[in-house]
Antibody
């Protein structure tokens, strides 16, 4: 069974840092691009970042560019999101999502359950 | 960036009713459009990809159509378990963008 399990969320002060992880199982992780998508409380869905299967290509939403870094360790079947200089508006549930392809197509057939990030003093 | 709009923002219908949601892109996205279902407290679930293709395991009462800038999502016979928010999403260009969602409930 294909599964994605996010972890690493929590409460952090504005300006702080957090690293999210997404452990993948049930498929050949290195063969698929991956993305992070977030959802602020009571709001809609917002794409955050994407990475190709090899990790050689990365993409970011303007709202997080320069502050967030996406990476992957294909030997550990794990996706990461390093979040620095966090702001209140980054408060959200963060989902990792499996692309339908090796390259980034941003069409996601599998999603994790999400991890909650709260930025507050 | 491509902007997505959806209508209506919410609707209430009876069990067995046909439900239709529309989605419009700010520019031509060919058929690079998905439809997701999200139930409260849960992750989104892909229902329709490439505008009209039913994801494996999704009931056939769900369907999608359209291309270019105008798209339609239909539930042919609304069931109680279909209560959710539905989002369209374009993936023709980065950044991928979601519509604002349509909340569906039972009358």
């Amino acid at each position: 069974e294909v599964q994605l399990l996010e972890s690493g969320g929590g409460l952090v002060q504005p300006g702080g840092s957090l690293r999210l992880s997404c452990a993948a199982s049930g498929f050949t992780f290195s063969s698929y691009a991956m993305s992070w998508v977030r959802q602020a409380p009571g709001k809609g869905l917002e794409w955050v970042s994407a990475i190709s299967g090899s990790g050689g290509s990365t993409y970011y939403a303007d709202s997080v560019k320069g502050r967030f870094t996406i990476s992957r360790d294909n030997s550990k079947n794990t996706l990461y999101l390093q979040m620095n200089s966090l702001r209140a508006e980054d408060t959200a549930v963060y989902y990792c999502a499996k692309d339908r392809s090796y390259t980034v197509t941003s069409s996601w057939g599998v999603w994790g359950k999400g991890t909650t990030v709260t930025v507050s003093s | 960036d491509i902007q997505m709009t959806q209508s209506p923002s919410s609707l209430s219908a009876s069990v067995g009713d046909r439900v239709t949601i529309t989605c419009q892109a700010s520019q031509d996205i060919s058929n690079y459009l998905n439809w997701y279902q999200q139930k409260p407290g849960k992750a989104p679930k892909l229902l329709i990809y490439d505008a009209s293709n039913l994801e494996t395991g999704v009931p056939s009462r769900f369907s999608g159509s359209g291309s270019g800038t105008d798209f339609t999502f239909t539930i042919s016979s609304l069931q109680p378990e279909d209560i959710a928010t539905y989002y369209c999403q374009q993936y023709d260009n980065l950044p991928p963008a979601f519509g604002p969602g349509t909340k569906v409930d039972i009358k």
